[in-house]
């Protein structure tokens, strides 16, 4: 069955960075687009970034752009997000899945548990 595991997450302060990682299984992992996603506490849970299935092409929401970077390696089945100057608006439980994950309901039905970024002082 589909898996997908984060880490990386933290408390960190205003301006630092983190890097997080996705680890999936139990699917054809190269065959699809990937993206990050995050929820804070009270909102809905948002897109951040995705990327294509082979890596050559990236997306981002708006308001990150230039501050956060996804990477992923098709030998290893992992994804990554690279996060610089963040900010404390950036604070949220960071989640990755397919692209379009609620399109589809084997995905969207396995996220996985998510990783808790803080940005605080």
């Known amino acids: 069955q589909v898996q997908l595991v984060e880490s990386g997450g933290g408390l960190v302060q205003p301006g630092g960075s983190l890097r997080l990682s996705c680890a999936a299984s139990?699917?054809?992992?190269?065959?699809?687009?990937m993206s990050w996603y995050r929820q804070a506490p009270g909102k809905e849970r948002e897109l951040v970034a995705s990327?294509?299935?082979?890596?050559?092409?990236?997306d981002y929401a708006d308001s990150l752009r230039g501050r956060f970077t996804i990477a992923r390696d098709n030998a290893k089945n992992t994804v990554s997000l690279q996060m610089h100057s963040l900010k404390p608006e950036d604070t949220a439980v960071y989640y990755c899945?397919?692209?379009?994950?609620?399109?589809?309901?084997?995905?969207?039905?396995?996220w996985g548990q998510g990783t808790q970024v803080t940005v605080s002082s």
């Open positions: 990327i294509s299935s082979h890596g050559h092409s990236t």
């Open positions: 139990g699917f054809a992992f190269s065959d699809y687009a």
């Open positions: 899945n397919v692209a379009g994950a609620t399109m589809f309901p084997t995905f969207a039905n396995s």
